[in-house]
Structures are given as structure tokens and as C-alpha cells.
């Protein structure tokens, strides 16, 4: 997973080069939160399940992990 998670934030440098740290930040988030979501439906997990109520607030902190980790290795 930690892989996905990581292409997800390339990819986000290579389409946005010029976007600032918070607005890759907001992509990348986007982009795990379909990776998780999509996951998680296909593990019959219901959109109501409150699961994904603490998913955000981790996946926003996972984003600007990878987001600060792929600006410092660029």
C-alpha cells in the first residue's frame, strides 16, 4: 500500500509541478482517499460506516507526509 500511496504523490508532482505545497497536499489526499475508499467498498464497508470519519484526518496527514517527503527527494 505504501507503495500506491507514494505513486499517487509522484504522480501528483509530475502533473502539477508549479502547485504549492497545499495544493498538492489536497490532490494527493484526493487520490488516497480513492485508493482507500475503493478498497474499502469492495470489502462491503458501508459509506455511513464511521471508519471514514477518522480516515480523513489520517489520510490528510499521510498527504503531507508524502508531499513533503517527494520535496525534499526532488
Do not use: R, W
Not at 6 to 14: A, C, L, T
Not at 25 to 35: A, Q, Y
Not at 48 to 74: N, P
Amino acid at each position: 500500500m505504501v507503495t500506491a500511496f507514494v505513486g499517487v504523490g509522484e504522480k501528483v508532482f509530475e502533473d502539477h509541478p508549479n502547485a504549492s505545497f497545499e495544493e498538492k497536499t489536497k490532490l494527493v489526499e484526493d487520490g488516497l482517499s480513492n485508493i482507500v475508499t475503493t478498497h474499502l467498498v469492495e470489502h462491503n464497508i458501508p459509506s455511513s460506516h464511521t471508519v471514514y470519519k477518522y480516515l480523513s484526518l489520517d489520510l490528510q496527514v499521510c498527504a503531507m507526509g508524502i508531499v513533503d517527503y517527494l520535496s525534499k527527494s526532488k
